[in-house]
């Protein structure tokens, strides 16, 4: 080899071991596909939020006259099985009224009339079917304003986890689909996330507690737990 072309060659045997490296560092093609899974079950626990409201001239005897009806329904509460841990206070406000009078210059005169106070107590129902004669008790021992109700599972995994399975075999079933109609091959499964979504929480009206009678009628239905999945494939 002549002198000149000695330089041309060893720059040559440099690059080439180089393009081969980067060649083999390149990602495998790859297939991101998406799957969903959902899963039923029976909610075994309710979630309500009950309010007293009471109203006095001073802050002194609404907060008395409302700590007295409060005693009331957590005793009930107690009464009917609901275990100490069960029972939250959720807050207490106390706010003042006004009534508000025009006068000629177009302002308006505010006049003290009376305090408000509302204490709202969170009550876990852990026999759904008590969920009715519980909302009706507590709205006899004065429970008369806001209200809530929302029903779940104490301990929702194994639905999720069913769920979860149904979402990867949709990714699986997609990918599949894709790849055949691509004319390739999947290969090994390089990631996969998810997501789980719990039931979103079924509210009830106050007004509905302004009508009780009797155990108010209360139907629980189903809770849905849906996930979603992303799974990365590879490609042969």
Not at 109 to 136: C, F, H, M, P, W
Not at 187 to 206: F, H, R, Y
Not at 207 to 229: I, T
């Amino acid at each position: 080899m002549t002198r000149h072309l000695l330089p041309i060659a060893l720059a040559a045997a440099v690059a080439f071991p180089a393009l081969a490296s980067a060649a083999d560092t390149q990602p495998p093609p790859r297939i991101i596909v998406s799957g969903e899974g959902e899963a039923t079950v029976a909610p075994d626990m309710a979630i309500l939020s009950l309010s007293v409201m009471r109203e006095a001239k001073s802050a002194r005897e609404a907060l008395d006259a409302n700590n007295d009806a409060m005693a009331a329904v957590i005793a009930a509460m107690k009464s009917a099985g609901i275990a100490e841990r069960d029972l939250q206070t959720a807050g207490i406000q106390i706010n003042p009224r006004y009534n508000y009078t025009n006068k000629a210059d177009g302002s308006q005169e505010a006049q003290l009339v009376a305090y408000q106070v509302t204490n709202t107590l969170s009550v876990r129902v852990r026999d759904v079917d008590k969920t009715g004669e519980i909302l009706d008790k507590a709205v006899s021992l004065g429970v008369n304003q806001g209200g809530g109700i929302a029903f779940t599972n104490d301990d929702p995994k194994a639905t999720i986890t069913e769920a979860r399975k149904k979402a990867v075999a949709d990714a699986m079933a997609k990918a599949k689909t894709l790849a055949e109609a691509a004319g390739v091959s999947l290969g090994k499964v390089l990631e996969i996330t998810d997501q789980n979504t719990a039931p979103a929480p079924m509210p009830m009206a106050a007004k509905s507690f302004d009508a009780a009678r009797s155990a108010v009628p209360v139907q629980a239905g189903e809770n849905s737990y849906n996930v979603q999945v992303t799974v990365t494939f590879e490609l042969k």
